[in-house]
């Protein structure tokens, strides 16, 4: 018989997300006519920009063509992609990056897990809490921790908790460790990263040999000049810096799915025998070994995302998706909840009232308000007392969910 991997059964009973749908579905199934309002999940609402739907379908009208079709395209993503993406992401933020350290793919979700398969079994990962899901389930999954404990920590972590008493800031850490996961703005929390505070972390790295796995997935809502949008606007990041970017949150690709990758040259890891190696050529080998490339109609619409009509285009949703984020931080301040984050970042990150826990109060909200945000507890033991809230929705819908919010904490 087969030999399963066992490190999956050190998995918590279920992914986050997929239990508040099971509790959401249970709910409706016995509440048939209630009106949920769902601000869990981080999923985009609005269309996708003109733009870029005129470019996927002249893209796909060529493909009707003999003489402009298109098979198998390069499993890195096109030039005219992966160019566009430098001179537009980084080129005019003055930063060094080179159209062959871009890697398109499906997924900054994906990306943050498939990272994993070229470094060893052995490193130590030190990770926010509360954090992003995948990061900690992934490293479950292919066996670099124990089991968790009674709050949800899993043996071989280095936990880094962010909470109001450090100011969300987190320690660096006090023992060593190879891979460092950040996210800024930050999921779950919608805090951001000053330049000192990234410098601080690339300084770490590089006096300790570590690696940074840097998600930027929401670098497009940061609207103050002073804080960094990468990781390579830091000094040295290049040397010990991978970076996760997506077109899902700007351009409204969660069901597109493109998203991109940067592993500089210049970036190594280390053999058994000591020996350095450049993590670039191993990337570059896993991703054409197990990835075949991003379809060509998709690449031309993330294309379009830099032309001038489709960043006027994606401006005016992300400022939309802010607005509704700075509605509901008003709004449920005004009610005397204690809010973080929603200014740079389409997430706002609150602190549960009364002392309840964050599954108490996220079955009080489902129940009375009709209403679904995500347990902080879901993200890490030191997400427990808080709740995230998702900007991404209509704006009637944000309006009349800070209504109920009123109601419900009244």
């Not at 739907?53 to 493909?63: F, K, N, Q, T, Y």
């Not at 880094?160 to 320690?171: D, G, I, K, M, Y």
């Not at 023992?175 to 996961?181: A, F, K, N, T, W």
């Not at 006096?207 to 002073?226: G, R, S, V």
């Amino acid at each position: 018989m087969a030999q399963i991997n066992e490190h999956y059964l050190k998995l918590q009973a279920g992914y986050l997300f997929p239990e508040i749908g099971r509790r959401v579905n249970a709910f409706i199934d016995s509440h048939p006519d209630a009106d949920v309002i769902k601000l869990g999940i981080g999923d985009v609402t609005e269309p996708l920009p003109p733009a870029i739907i005129e470019a996927m379908h002249v893209a796909v009208d060529e493909l009707a063509v003999r003489e402009t079709f298109r098979g198998y395209g390069p499993e890195q993503g096109y030039d005219f992609l992966r160019e566009a993406i430098v001179a537009n992401d980084y080129v005019a933020r003055g930063v060094d990056i080179a159209a062959d350290e871009i890697f398109v793919s499906d997924g900054s979700k994906c990306d943050s897990g498939n990272i994993l398969d070229i470094f060893g079994p052995d490193n130590r990962v030190a990770v926010l809490d509360p954090v992003y899901p995948v990061y900690v389930d992934t490293n479950v999954m292919v066996g670099r921790t124990g089991v968790a404990d009674e709050i949800g920590r899993y043996q071989g972590f280095v936990y880094l908790p962010v909470t109001e008493e450090n100011q969300f800031r987190p320690s660096l850490p006090s023992e060593p460790v190879d891979l460092i996961y950040l996210c800024y703005p930050n999921n779950p929390t919608g805090t951001v990263a000053t330049m000192d505070m990234l410098s601080e972390w690339v300084d770490y790295a590089r006096n300790n040999d570590a690696i940074i796995l840097f998600d930027a997935a929401y670098e497009a809502y940061i609207t103050d000049p002073q804080i960094p949008h990468s990781i390579y606007e830091v000094d040295g990041a290049r040397e010990v810096a991978i970076e996760f970017r997506s077109f899902s949150k700007n351009a409204g690709f969660t069901g597109v799915r493109t998203a991109f990758t940067v592993v500089p040259k210049t970036v190594m890891g280390k053999l058994s025998s000591g020996e350095v190696q450049p993590l670039h050529s191993l990337w570059n080998r896993r991703h054409c070994t197990k990835f075949n490339g991003v379809s060509y109609p998709i690449q031309r619409g993330a294309a379009a995302a830099y032309s001038d009509a489709g960043k006027q285009q994606i401006r005016e949703l992300i400022d939309f998706y802010l607005e509704n984020a700075r509605l509901l931080r008003e709004g449920l301040e005004s009610s005397g909840i204690t809010v973080f984050g929603g200014v740079n970042a389409p997430y706002v990150w609150l602190k549960t009232p009364g002392g309840l826990s964050s599954w108490d109060f996220f079955d009080l909200l489902l129940d009375r308000g009709h209403l679904v945000g995500t347990p902080g507890s879901g993200f890490g033991a030191s997400g427990e007392g808080y709740f995230r809230l998702s900007a991404f929705n209509s704006r009637e819908n944000v309006e009349a969910a800070i209504e109920r919010f009123k109601r419900v904490t009244a």
